[in-house]
């Protein structure tokens, strides 16, 4: 069985590994641990733990398990008490980390409890902050604030040394394919691939990597940009391995609620340059691969793995 190795964090990733789970391929999904906002900001304060949102969201998205169980875990307690805006899942994690002491012990517990398919890996154990620098050499500290920024951020790093987590390196030098996933640059795929030891790890190994390209723009991250200029930004916190592939979207998104993402969240469609990709020597896979779930714009889960999956099949050795 194939065996892929996505990286990413929070919906993005989640959305991908709905559709990931249903092809016959061994799944490790690595997801940053860094987020200090809302429940997980909250959880990590009072518990003194690395960040359990994204690594619980992702969980969510590859249970096997019925909508009962699925509405339970993405329960949120409402009204005014100090169990506001947490999730069922976010403290179902974070009391078998205080049980079993890390990651490492705790997510298999609860991958077995809900039926997960797949393996699923904080990218690190270490208690750690982003720190974004903008144009203007200013520091934002912390992931939510990073996001909410209107400053031009083009750096991220974290603040304070941070150790991979050795079966993520294991999980990269094991893989077929290597994607990076849908979501934000520098909160979701950056954490990721900052670290020493995982950029190594990556120049290393015999997988091919891939992106899988946003749809729309990120205010304040990458306004303007083209597929072609989202790889040149990842590109730049590689060491000597590239991205090779990337899988975008061809069709055009309907004008009305394209007005409505850049009316109400300043969000444009990402434009697919494929003369730029091809002068860079990109592999281009691209689809229609855009869907609206509850008026919001995703990627076709189930379709944007199917082109994963048939792009393993075609390079299968």
Do not use: W
Not at 32 to 39: E, M, R, T
Not at 64 to 89: A, W
């Amino acid at each position: 069985m194939q065996k892929i190795v996505i990286f990413g964090g929070g919906s993005g990733l989640s959305q991908i590994l709905k559709g990931l789970k249903l092809f016959p391929v061994e799944v490790t999904a690595i997801v940053s641990a860094a987020d200090n906002g809302g429940s997980t900001g909250t959880l990590r304060k009072e518990f003194n733990i690395p960040a359990v949102g994204d690594i619980s969201k992702v969980m969510v998205a590859m249970a096997d398990t019925n909508r009962d169980i699925i509405k339970l875990l993405n329960y949120r307690f409402e009204g005014e008490s100090s169990l506001t805006n947490h999730s069922i899942k976010n403290l179902i994690l974070t009391a078998l980390l205080d049980i079993k002491g890390d990651f490492t012990h705790a997510i298999p517990v609860m991958c077995k409890m809900f039926n997960i398919k797949g393996t699923i890996l904080p990218i690190s154990e270490d208690y750690a902050d982003l720190v974004g620098i903008t144009d203007k050499k200013q520091k934002i500290i912390g992931e939510e604030q990073i996001t909410k920024s209107k400053a031009k951020v083009i750096e991220v790093k974290y603040d304070k040394k941070v150790k991979a987590n050795p079966k993520v390196l294991k999980a990269i030098s094991e893989a077929d394919l290597i994607i990076l996933s849908s979501g934000s640059l520098l909160t979701s795929i950056l954490p990721n691939i900052i670290i020493p030891e995982v950029k190594k790890a990556l120049d290393n190994a015999k997988a091919p990597i891939a992106y899988i390209c946003n749809l729309v723009t990120q205010p304040g991250e990458t306004d303007g940009f083209m597929v072609s200029d989202h790889l040149d930004f990842i590109n730049q916190h590689l060491s000597k391995k590239k991205v090779a592939i990337v899988i975008a979207n061809n069709r055009q998104i309907d004008q009305e609620l394209a007005q409505k993402y850049y009316t109400e969240e300043q969000k444009d469609p990402v434009v697919l340059d494929k003369e730029n990709l091809r002068k860079m020597g990109i592999e281009i896979i691209d689809d229609s691969i855009y869907t609206i779930e509850n008026g919001i714009l995703r990627h076709d889960s189930l379709k944007t793995a199917y082109l994963i999956f048939s792009y393993l099949m075609r390079n299968e050795k």
